[in-house]
């Protein structure tokens, strides 16, 4: 799962579903207005024959946000600092 956070405040509002992406997927961007956008990655890329894991300690979480639980990505945020995702 690929979420898009304001760098700012961290607030996550938007994701691209999914544990493996592409190169494509990488690519695609959210402009908000002035604030800039982050991208935090759980899973992995696949990079040729090649998979790179990105926080695969959050893949609980992930799961949380697959099941039929009101469990949402909207309802945590990215710390800046410390870039990590933490629920609100």
Known sequence: MILFYKKKTGKIFATIDGRVHDKKDLQCYIK?????????????IEDGDNKIEYNLDKMDTLKKFEDITPESPLDYKIDIKKNLLIKK
């Open 32 to 44: 908000d207005g002035k604030e800039e956008v982050g991208k935090y990655i759980i899973g992995w």
